[in-house]
């Protein structure tokens, strides 16, 4: 595996490269840094930021200058084998495919040769890694989609596309947090809200989490929204085990 490499990314943040591909390992070893530099408490290390291959670091120059900061890091960075990670937490989406909630579900069915259920079926199946979230307040960038369920983006994005659309862009599946723009296939949409400014914790998702969507018909659709239009609606969530696809 590759040595991590310090990036300077402006005169209060930089990022550690851990590799060149997207993968599970380099993920874990990201995580296992997130967990030990938290341990460290840095003084001036203000917020840490994971990606699909990096985690970039803001710090404040007046408490940390970057050459004792890259050195603090070296450190930490010599002993991530000895970081054991807990286990992964599973978060089970409801969601609802097809319909007017999920307006592109034909065609992403047609372009991989399978029926709607058939797509459905696939796209339920796997717990989905959380490599990193962006984009939007709580957007998950997620891998693990059935190579069969590859389609490509939108010729022409839509204007705005509703919170909790779920869809397909390449090799990468997620939700839509708040409404938007976007170019993605929309196959379904969840009633949970993935982001809520209101929340103590407004962003529900996390990187290094898991997602595992399931469907739902639109009776429990709109018993969920009802919920979370109230008192908010908790998601059922679970240790992953251990190889679990």
């Known amino acids: 595996m590759e040595q991590p490499r310090f990036l300077l990314t402006g005169d209060t ?5 851990f590799g060149s591909e997207i993968s599970e390992a380099i993920n874990r070893r990201i995580r296992a840094f997130g967990l030990a530099l938290e341990a460290a408490a840095i003084p001036g290390v203000t917020e840490l930021v994971p990606t699909y291959r990096s985690m970039m670091i803001h710090y404040n120059p007046e408490v940390i200058g970057y050459a004792a900061l890259t050195a603090r890091l070296t450190a930490v960075l010599g002993g991530l084998d000895q970081i054991a990670l807990p286990p992964s937490q599973v978060l089970e989406i409801p969601v609802l495919y097809g319909g007017e909630a999920g307006p592109d579900l034909a065609f992403v069915a047609e372009h991989a040769g399978l029926t709607p259920e058939e797509v459905i079926a696939r796209h339920t199946k796997p717990e989905y890694l959380i490599y990193m979230l962006g984009f939007t307040p709580g957007f998950t960038y997620l891998g693990g989609l059935d190579e069969r369920l590859n389609t490509p983006r939108l010729a022409q994005p839509r204007v705005s596309i509703p919170a909790g659309s779920v869809g397909i862009a390449g090799s990468q599946t997620g939700v839509y947090p708040i409404a ?66």
């Open 13 to 17: 943040s930089l990022s550690v490269e």
């Open 180 to 245: 938007s723009p976007g170019g993605w296939q929309l196959i379904g949409r969840t009633p949970v809200r993935m982001y809520d400014p209101h929340r103590a914790v407004p962003i529900l998702p996390k990187a290094g989490q898991y997602i595992h969507f399931y469907p739902i018909d639109q009776a429990e659709y709109d018993r969920i929204a009802a919920l979370e239009a109230g008192e908010g609606y908790t998601c059922r969530c679970h240790a992953r085990e251990e190889g679990a696809q």
